[in-house]
């Protein structure tokens, strides 16, 4: 007997229909079935007058993009899976003409506005020669088939219609890239609220074409208008300034951790390994019994912990809004810090507590320093969770015992999960603290609205984004929410400010369970 699919579909007829509504059908699932599958096989078998579009069927057209169980995606390379339920919704911020079939007036207007060909002042005389490295440039943002998935996902959008959202960016950067134009397209970019990403990546991490958006468009052309004179967001230069000026992206505030701290070396008995730990700006000064508790929990689990009394910022704010001066700067001192740091304590790991470092040492540092010198920095980056279950493995991990009695769910910080790749990690972690209920958030990955300077340049906005979030953390019904990131924990604190909800950082919560396991 065929395996069966319960398979949620969003209906409404203007002709008909007063509100929107979901009607459910049972589908015989097929290995291999995709959700285009889904819809074809309703449509022969329950209801010919479902309407959705599609084409090609071969992830070339673009027309066949879908919410499936609220994340955008085309419904042509979308496998189904059989063990869950299928809820299948029209792409979002974009009305609807029929069931899943929307009006893309929005984005076509938005398209135009751009004028989207190569523009010249005067025509070709001859056959022109581009080089290929100017083609390699071009390659990876051409790929666009401009399905409006990311558009669909994209929490900016889904506030503003000010921001035009991924696919126009990338298609401005492509004209730019192009030598043949002559268009301003920085300029059109600036038009175009191009500082209004956060860089989150969900843009990159749905995209049928793999286009990576906000390092090849967004981050490039905000390159591009630093290096034509835009001034920044004063929020956003304030951040450059310090780090050019103290090696920190904040001020001082109370005593910083690395002065805190009475050594560099926080060494074990028989050790297991040996690490060491990049605090990052805001460990340092803003969040140091957090920078404490990575330690007390990495020597737990037997690990030397060298905490370098010579530190320097990432300069993941600088990467981001680009100043790429003060970047690459940065790069190169935090590379030279560690390798010295390497080769004094015999180690080859550092571990980061922070998802924005993680992600700017291993994104931003590593192609850079290979591309000056020929060789990437020696050292290999974790964040603490993916340390402890990849690298120690979860088998060794010393198992935290002091109850700690609430229901906890997680907000998965956007530079860790998408940005490297740590997703079930954090979560493992928490399961393993006597007496925490974990409750799963299905929008964990959503992003809060802290990255890619947005708080610091456009607080309003970034509030809205905050505040969509909360909803969908509260909605679970936690006690706690938990995070990996200083960013998203300063925005949840924010966010969570007139509510009972905790906000905790991962590291102090199982410290914690440590220590109430010692009493």
Not at 11 to 26: L, S
Not at 168 to 188: C, H, K, N, T, Y
Not at 394 to 402: A, D, L, Q
């Amino acid at each position: 007997m065929a395996q069966i699919i319960k398979t949620k579909v969003y209906r409404y007829n203007p002709d008909k229909d007063d509100e929107p509504y979901f009607q459910e059908f049972d589908v015989e699932y097929e290995p291999g079935m995709t959700v285009l599958d889904v819809l074809l096989y309703i449509q022969d078998k329950h209801d010919s007058s479902l309407a959705f579009r599609w084409e090609c069927r071969s992830g070339q057209c673009g027309s066949c993009a879908v919410r499936v169980n609220k994340t955008a995606r085309i419904a042509c390379r979308t496998k189904v899976d059989p063990e869950k339920d299928l809820v299948l919704e029209p792409l979002e911020k974009m009305p609807v003409i029929k069931d899943l079939v929307t009006d893309i007036s929005q984005v076509t207007y938005r398209i135009r506005r751009i004028r989207p060909y190569v523009a010249r002042d005067k025509p070709p005389q001859h056959p022109e020669i581009i080089h290929s490295e100017e083609i390699e440039k071009l390659r990876e943002i051409r790929k666009c088939i401009e399905c409006s998935a990311c558009l669909s996902n994209c929490p900016i959008v889904h506030e503003t219609w000010d921001y035009p959202g991924p696919m126009i960016i990338r298609q401005l950067a492509r004209l730019e890239l192009d030598p043949r134009d002559v268009e301003d397209r920085v300029a059109m970019a600036m038009n175009e609220m191009v500082y209004t990403c956060t860089t989150c990546k969900m843009c990159e991490d749905i995209c049928p074409k793999n286009i990576k958006i906000p390092s090849l468009a967004v981050e490039l052309l905000r390159a591009k208008a630093v290096e034509a004179g835009y001034p920044l967001a004063a929020g956003q230069q304030g951040f450059v300034d310090q780090i050019n000026a103290t090696g920190r992206s904040v001020p001082e505030k109370d005593t910083p951790l690395l002065h805190e701290i009475p050594t560099e070396e926080f060494l074990v008995e028989n050790p297991r390994g040996r690490v060491a730990f990049f605090t990052g700006c805001l460990i340092d000064y803003r969040m140091q019994d957090t920078g404490k508790a990575l330690i007390e929990v990495l020597n737990r689990n037997h690990i030397d912990v060298i905490v370098p009394k010579e530190q320097w910022c990432c300069a993941s704010p600088a990467f981001r809004t680009g100043d790429l001066k003060t970047a690459h700067d940065a790069a190169q001192r935090v590379t030279e810090i560690f390798e010295n740091v390497m080769e004094k304590y015999n180690l080859d790991t550092v571990v980061v507590a922070c998802a924005g470092c993680g992600k700017t040492l291993r994104e931003d540092h590593r192609p850079l320093i290979e591309e000056k010198r020929g060789e990437p920095p020696m050292f290999k980056v974790y964040d603490l969770a993916e340390y402890l279950l990849d690298v120690v493995g979860e088998e060794n991990i010393v198992p935290p015992k002091g109850e700690i009695d609430l229901k906890v769910t997680y907000h998965e910080p956007c530079h860790l999960g998408r940005g490297q790749g740590v997703i079930e990690q954090p979560i493992i972690l928490l399961k393993m603290i006597p007496g925490v209920e974990y409750i799963d958030d299905p929008m964990k990955n959503r992003c809060c609205g802290a990255g890619g300077g947005v708080r610091a340049g456009l607080r309003e906005l970034s509030q809205r984004i905050a505040n969509t979030r909360k909803e969908y953390i509260e909605a679970t019904g936690a006690d706690m929410v938990t995070t990996e990131c200083p960013f998203c924990t300063i925005q949840l604190n924010d966010m969570m400010k007139d509510t009972t909800m905790k906000v905790r950082y991962i590291p102090d919560l199982l410290a914690e369970s440590y220590k109430k396991g010692d009493e």
